[in-house]
């Protein structure tokens, strides 16, 4: 199992981000896919993840802000975030679960500062 994260940086509050995952290595199509973030001193939290199915679910934290997607054609998940904030600032990693084992993504950076 791979993934390859992308979109990550540095954006002023308010302004928006969107990350890529792609996947190899994995049934995509049936796989729930999510997004993590860990905030420095923080525990590891769940941001938002997505059914095969398409079926979301999103932390109350980011609800109306950030919109999790995927492209099944090319084993990719998206994060669209917007308005952000820098609560927001965090390594953000991309996941998905077989039985007992879980998946991780290499995590890429999102800071919100002015």
């Known amino acids: 199992v791979q993934f390859v994260e992308s979109g990550g940086g540095l954006v002023q509050p308010g302004g928006s981000l969107r990350l890529s995952c792609a996947a190899s290595g994995i049934a995509f199509t049936i796989s729930t896919m999510g997004w993590f973030r860990q905030a420095p001193g923080k525990q590891r939290e769940l941001v938002a993840s997505?059914?095969?199915?398409?079926?979301?679910n999103y932390a109350d934290s980011v609800k109306g802000r950030f919109t999790i997607s995927r492209d099944n054609a090319k084993n990719t998940v998206y994060l669209q975030m917007n308005s952000l904030k820098p609560e927001d600032t965090a390594v953000y990693y991309c996941h998905t679960a077989r039985g007992f084992l879980d998946y991780w993504g290499q995590g890429t950076q999102v800071t919100v500062s002015s």
């Open positions: 997505i059914t095969g199915a398409g079926t979301t």
